[in-house]
């Protein structure tokens, strides 16, 4: 470990030691508690190769079935079937089939979609949504992949509101049967994932009706395919071809009065009886929707963290092609400078590599959340578990939609970052940008999902939670004074302690170190709070004001998405410290520390111009913000190669043979 003392950039004196990294260590500590499941999956990336050239030279129906067989190879592996309850072959670990699905990112995302669809989608659907009967049925099968199926939520009309979809299934009580009807062309299931080529069973989502009387959204499994032939009063068409995924066959479909036994009711949360009676443990029925929603969390958890992988694989291309390309003549007459040693490529790719190792730890930090709520592993108090689910749901919805927007600007800076050699498909880019595009919108759209954050937010997930749609939201904010919006959430009483700990009383930030950790999430944690303040004055006025809900809402959403944004962001951070800190002292604490100020500062940079428009953050201040991470990059250039190779992306996956040559 070289000595060097080093000036900070912001006049701070600080003994700094250039740190070395042990790369297999800092790997071990990126996998985590599953790096058995993770090896499992890197080797099977490895040894199935060959599917990223297939993705570029096989028609698509070719490559469509090259990407089921796969599907059915892995499965045979057990690493996709490991959520699922070992009774049925499954490995029953939901945390380990989050890490094998994060981990399948690195590969072929045509391949890790439809994984997603089979088993994450349909099969979650199957085990959550179902009973004893449906898991006995269908899990076993559907572990294999012997059985295919779809998860047909979506519709032409609706998206995002899974509550107005059109579909609608009839209980016949004279044959105990459900008939499902598409009564009008926006209410064609759209987009469905497996639905075009290979599925056989479709989870679809439709209006249960009873004796006249609509209970709402319920789940239901209906053969669409027998014999791979489509089964009667069932219509599928192929969507077409798309911007990406081509090896995922999505398809639109149409039910024609199809008829499906009583029992083809996932009946988890709510049931018909044979003469017709609807029986439900949840009388609510917006708490049932949610209950039933919240149950298939996991997709959205297993989203986010694959498009940080995709991140990951982008980044450790960009980086060690820019640690042996050189371009220009720039400190030396005798050789052209690498692209890794100008300040701009630096200040380009080092915040990303910062930003990912954030989310990486923040991703951690949900998955195992939800592997505590849904395996049970800790006994919670009465009625916290139902909190304990809507903070898990919020918490989900914002790391996936911080995790795929990172994805999708990573890889763009990345490509232009490689210059011409980015555009060539063998270097993966190609195949990056298209396949992870849709990531932010799929598993719910990321501004439709930080609304939801907001919302849990602003009414500290109250009792009525499930109740309020937007208009509800803004009225129960509306009757409660400012105050209490803040009181109730933890950011007020987390600024009131920091407050106490830090020099300088009301000139905290002024006074306070830039690498202070303490300083770093103060910002983050102010700008939550006044933000989340902000919407909650706003809705209140506009109601105050005799203004309809909706356009109160309307006119405040930007204010309520900059709110949720700030939340997450703040949740990101401190996973990355509370991580660091779990660390020993040595190296490998002093190489993340960078990387986490990194992050933390280029968060505050980024929205220095809302600092600076609340006072918190003086003109002199900002810049030395901008010098402070200027000197980071420097000290991070040494080892940034080692960083991204951390990630542990297999070779294969990289490709980009030119781009990497050694
Ligand atoms: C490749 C692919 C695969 C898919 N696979 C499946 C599948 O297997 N099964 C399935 O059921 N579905 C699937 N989907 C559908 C996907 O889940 C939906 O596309 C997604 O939920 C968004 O719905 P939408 O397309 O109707 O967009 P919309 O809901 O119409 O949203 C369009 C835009 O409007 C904005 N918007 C919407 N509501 C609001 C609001 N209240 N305030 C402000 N802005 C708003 C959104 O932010 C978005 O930018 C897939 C989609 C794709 C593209």
């Known amino acids: 470990m070289a000595t060097d003392t080093i000036t900070s950039a912001a006049g701070e004196t600080s003994g700094y030691r250039q740190p070395e990294i042990d790369v297999p260590a800092l790997l071990d500590l990126l996998d985590g508690r599953y790096t058995e499941v993770r090896s499992l999956v890197r080797s099977n990336l490895a040894e199935y190769e060959s599917v990223l050239e297939d993705a570029e030279t096989m028609s698509t129906p070719e490559f ?82 012997e059985v295919m199926g779809c998860f047909a939520m979506t519709e032409t009309g609706h998206g995002s509101n899974v509550q107005a979809l059109g579909t609608v299934a009839t209980y016949d009580v004279s044959t105990q049967e459900f008939v499902i009807t598409t009564p009008d062309e926006s209410s064609r299931k759209d987009y469905i994932g497996n639905a075009a080529a290979h599925a056989d069973l ?110 990951k694989v982008a980044l450790a291309i960009a980086v060690n092609y820019a640690a042996r390309r050189r371009q220009f003549n720039a400190s030396s007459e005798d050789h052209e400078e690498l692209l890794l040693d100008y ?174 950790p303490n300083y770093q999430l103060m910002m983050l944690r102010f700008r939550e709070e006044h933000m989340l303040g902000g919407v909650a004055r706003r809705l209140k006025r506009g109601i105050d004001q005799g203004m309809n809900p909706g356009e109160v809402f309307s006119r405040v959403q930007d204010h309520v998405i900059g709110a949720a944004n700030a939340h997450v962001e703040r949740l990101v951070l401190e996973a990355f410290i509370d991580k660091v800190a779990t660390l020993e002292a040595g190296d490998l604490k002093v190489a993340l520390n960078l990387m986490c100020d990194l992050f933390a500062l280029t968060t505050i940079e980024a929205d220095r111009a809302w600092f600076m428009e609340h006072g918190r953050l003086s003109t002199t201040r900002s810049k030395a913000i901008s010098r402070e991470i200027n000197g980071l990059c420097r000290k991070i250039r040494p080892i940034a190669v080692d960083l991204v190779d951390a990630f542990g992306v297999p070779r294969e996956m990289l490709r980009s043979p030119e781009l990497l040559a050694e």
């Open 343 to 516: 300040g701009m490529h630096q200040r380009r790719l080092f915040p990303l590599i910062a930003r990912t190792y954030a989310l990486h730890f923040a991703q951690e930090v949900v998955a195992g959340q939800l592997h505590n709520v849904f395996a049970h592993t800790e006994a919670p108090e009465e009625g916290e578990n139902e909190h304990r689910r809507r903070e898990l749901e919020s918490r989900a919805a914002g790391t996936k939609a911080l995790g795929t927007w990172h994805a999708t600007a990573t890889i763009q800076e990345c490509r232009e970052a490689c210059g011409g050699a980015g555009y060539l498909s063998v270097n993966r880019f190609d195949a990056l940008k298209a396949d992870t595009d849709v990531f932010t919108t799929f598993e719910g759209d990321n501004h439709v999902l930080l609304q939801l954050v907001a919302k849990g937010l602003l009414t500290d997930y109250a009792g009525e939670f499930e109740d309020m749609d937007q208009f509800g939201m803004v009225r129960f904010v509306a009757n409660l004074a400012v105050e209490t919006v803040l009181e109730k959430t933890s950011v007020h009483k987390l600024i009131e302690r920091i407050r106490d700990v830090l020099p300088g009383g009301d000139a905290w930030d002024q006074e306070a170190g830039l690498l202070d």
């Open 64 to 145: 469509r079935d090259r990407v089921r067989d796969l599907l059915v190879t892995m499965a045979a592996t057990g690493q996709t079937g490991m959520g699922f309850p070992e009774e049925y072959g499954g490995g029953g670990d939901i945390g380990a089939s989050i890490a094998a699905f994060e981990t399948l990112g690195f590969g072929d995302l045509s391949l890790l979609v439809k994984v997603g669809v089979q088993f994450g989608l349909f099969g979650g659907a199957i085990l959550q949504l179902g009973t004893k009967p449906h898991h006995d049925a269908y899990l076993g099968d559907l572990i294999t992949g």
């Open 202 to 311: 479709a989870v679809v989502f439709a209006q249960l009706e009873v004796d006249g009387g609509s209970q709402g959204v319920h789940a239901f499994v209906v053969p669409i395919r027998e014999g791979g032939r489509v089964v009667d009063g069932v219509r599928i068409e192929d969507c077409g071809r798309k911007m990406g995924l081509a090896g995922v066959d999505n398809g639109r479909i149409w039910f024609d009065r199809v008829r499906v036994p009583r029992t083809n009711l996932l009946n988890q949360f709510a049931d018909v009886t044979p003469e017709g009676r609807y029986e439900s443990p949840i009388d609510n029925p917006n708490r049932r929707f949610f209950t039933m929603l919240g149950t298939l969390v996991q997709g959205r958890v297993c989203v986010g963290g694959a498009g940080i992988n995709a991140a």
